[in-house]
């Protein structure tokens, strides 16, 4: 009776461990890779073969564990057990087979990372209807939108923030200005790594049930201090809607002019609005000067602190200086090259003024 017993608690004990091993498939199935990248659906596709492929593999080999631990376990202290000396055909079976296995997945595998990744005419998605500049740099990435026949990008989005129109064919164009990074949108397509000198490409193109979703992804190669807070912020949009957004920001582009880095220009401190400050400094500054010292100097009476850094300088001339030519001066303790030295092309005089007074009301 006890022997029937211990037999009952086996069973339940490896009954329980399978079903539980088996909803790691379930949960793979409910969360994988989502269908939106140009090329996504290759990926979908070679997971769920491999999760086909592996499942029934894991079974059969914990099946076949259980099955030795309840069969053979020693019953009796002083019982040799039957001495087995190997299958050799069962062995050269198992090992070709897993071979054969093995080389699909590779073959697979190859096919897909080399599907999608490049700009091609002979591509199914043959021209794309957008194309997209990212750039990666420590610790943020930058966005630029080709517009019309120009060969250099143009309209730009906040740091960090990529808008997307739906049923459209957009390639992006992905590159780096200091280290290597990682592109990755995990719910739309595979990681593309950013490489200083070199362009790599993705294609996106998405449904009109996507639209009004936001995607999140980041950096997937690690960057340095702040490589977590290096996120990517995808909003996909109604492709006539895109349009509309893209051509208010072309017109307004023509209004553009940079600050540029000369200290004699006046800015227009009298129309600075500091709520617009706030939003460009989260924009482009609040990754690495918060509150407290981290790669950049604090936030926190970094106005006085201004004020008495150069001799000669007030603090809205300091401030204007470390912002547009972050190197013109080096802080102790904080390297200048991690800052970006082009925010003077992308910010015109009204956005410079308006984040000084935001810095200046803080103190």
């Known amino acids: 009776m006890k022997r029937n017993l211990n037999h009952s608690w086996i069973l339940m004990a490896a009954s329980g461990v399978l079903l539980i091993a088996l909803a790691f498939p379930v949960q793979a199935l409910a969360h994988g890779p989502a269908d939106g990248g140009a090329d996504s659906d290759t990926i979908d596709d070679l997971f769920l073969i491999t999760l086909i492929i592996a499942i029934p593999i894991f079974v059969l080999v914990e099946g076949l564990i259980i099955y030795a631990i309840i069969r053979y376990r020693r019953r009796q202290a002083d019982e040799i057990p039957e001495q087995v000396h190997g299958n050799p055909p069962l062995e050269i079976a198992w090992t070709v087979i897993s071979f054969l296995i093995i080389g699909v997945l590779f073959v697979l595998t190859v096919r897909v990372l080399n599907t999608g990744y ?23 990435w930058d966005f630029k939108y080709y517009v019309g026949d120009s060969d250099q990008p143009g309209v ?3 740091p960090g923030t990529m808008r997307i129109p739906a049923e459209r064919a957009v390639l992006l164009e992905i590159t780096s200005t200091d280290v290597q990074h990682s592109f990755w949108l995990p719910d739309l397509a595979g990681k593309v790594d950013a490489i200083p000198g070199y362009t790599n490409t993705m294609w996106l193109q998405l449904g009109s049930d996507q639209v009004g979703e936001t995607y999140i992804g980041n950096c997937a190669e690690y960057c340095g201090t702040l490589h977590f807070d290096m996120l990517i912020e ?46 460009a400094y989260n924009s482009y500054c609040i990754g690495c000067h918060g509150a407290e010292d981290g790669v950049g100097p604090a936030l926190t009476g970094m106005w006085d602190r201004a004020a008495t850094r150069r001799d000669g300088y007030s603090a809205e001339r300091y401030l204007r200086e470390a912002i547009v030519d972050p190197c013109a001066y080096e802080v102790d303790g904080y390297s200048c090259t991690l800052m970006p030295d082009n925010y003077g092309e992308q910010m015109d005089a009204q956005k410079l003024a308006d984040i000084i007074e935001y810095i200046r009301q803080q103190d």
């Open 118 to 140: 490049e700009a091609d005419a002979e591509n199914d998605e043959g021209t794309p209807d957008y194309v997209i500049e990212v750039i990666g740099y420590m610790w943020n």
């Open 156 to 158: 730009r989005t906040p």
């Open 234 to 279: 995808a909003e996909v949009m109604d492709p006539d809607e895109f349009d509309t957004w893209l051509a208010q920001e072309e017109a307004r582009l023509g209004d553009f002019i940079p600050v540029g880095t000369d200290l004699d220009t006046p800015l227009p401190f009298d129309t600075a609005d500091p709520d617009r400050g706030e939003e």
